[in-house]
């Protein structure tokens, strides 16, 4: 008896993928990293670009992330920033406020600060403080106000720490150096703090910037200054401007 024809297996037919609109389903499998070389730059691009906006972390602030520069210019002439003080002043990238000699201070609620030169975390301040008499002259004299003015600013600031003092000379006329470490807005920084007496006036030279950068800025800035500075012969004495700040200067 003949057997019937055995009927034939029918084998699954897959899907032809067909361009789009052409009515046939695409079924092929998708993977989410299947994004081509132009989609792995933008996101390389957005890594990249992450931190720097600041994501996932706290911000800092910007002038700790700038070193303070030399001045590219070099130095101005010396100037008087007040009460006959002459210095030469750093050119761009530094900038100043004040040191022109005027009656206005550049801080309204600080009269005896003069002049203020900036660069990132790097800052040179000048104070002239009326003392109404002659400072001290001898090594003596010298040696106990340097005593007297360690242990003020150590007891002003808690975060002072007196690493070096000296009695020193500027164009001639006595002076006090300081040099330690203290917190400035909460942020460490090295500083060196001078005193010059002369006539009926104190003037103070604050200098500092962050450890890392203080023995550079130091060297092409702070310095030059303080070597740059000259008294005018006229202002050597005690004079009535002195008693009084935000007086013509």
């Known amino acids: 008896m003949p057997t019937a024809p055995r009927t034939p297996r029918r084998i699954p037919r897959r899907p032809v993928p067909g361009p789009m609109g052409a009515g046939r389903p695409d079924h092929r499998r998708r993977t989410w990293w299947r994004i081509g070389p132009a989609g792995i730059v933008v996101i390389a691009a957005v890594l990249l670009i992450f931190p720097l906006l600041g994501g996932g972390r706290e911000r800092t602030p910007p002038t700790e992330l700038v070193r303070p520069s030399p001045p590219s210019g070099g130095f101005v002439e010396r100037q008087n920033v007040g009460f006959g003080?002459?210095?030469?002043?750093?050119?761009?990238?530094?900038?100043?406020?004040?040191?022109?000699?005027?009656?206005?201070?550049?801080?309204?609620?600080?009269?005896?600060?003069?002049c203020v030169v900036t660069s990132g975390p790097g800052v040179l301040s000048i104070w002239i403080y009326?003392?109404?008499?002659?400072?001290?002259?001898?090594?003596?004299?010298?040696?106990?106000?340097?005593?007297?003015?360690?242990?003020?600013?150590?007891?002003?600031?808690?975060?002072?720490?007196?690493?070096?003092?000296?009695?020193?000379?500027?164009?001639?006329?006595?002076?006090?150096?300081?040099?330690?470490?203290?917190?400035?807005?909460?942020?460490?920084?090295?500083?060196?703090?001078?005193?010059?007496?002369?006539?009926?006036?104190?003037?103070?030279?604050?200098?500092?910037?962050?450890?890392?950068?203080?023995?550079?800025?130091?060297?092409?800035?702070?310095?030059?200054?303080?070597?740059?500075?000259?008294?005018?012969?006229?202002?050597?004495?005690?004079?009535a401007q002195d008693q009084v700040p935000g007086v013509s200067r």
């Open 85 to 114: 003080t002459l210095v030469k002043l750093p050119r761009d990238p530094w900038s100043t406020r004040g040191c022109d000699g005027q009656a206005a201070p550049p801080d309204p609620q600080q009269p005896y600060l003069v």
């Open 130 to 239: 009326p003392r109404k008499r002659r400072g001290p002259r001898t090594k003596a004299a010298l040696t106990t106000a340097m005593g007297n003015l360690k242990s003020a600013a150590e007891q002003r600031d808690a975060s002072f720490h007196v690493d070096k003092k000296a009695v020193t000379r500027y164009d001639g006329l006595p002076a006090i150096q300081l040099r330690g470490t203290a917190k400035i807005l909460g942020r460490p920084r090295t500083i060196r703090s001078t005193h010059l007496f002369v006539g009926g006036r104190e003037i103070v030279i604050d200098a500092y910037s962050t450890g890392s950068s203080f023995r550079r800025v130091d060297a092409t800035v702070f310095r030059p200054i303080l070597r740059s500075l000259t008294i005018a012969k006229d202002w050597r004495r005690v004079r």
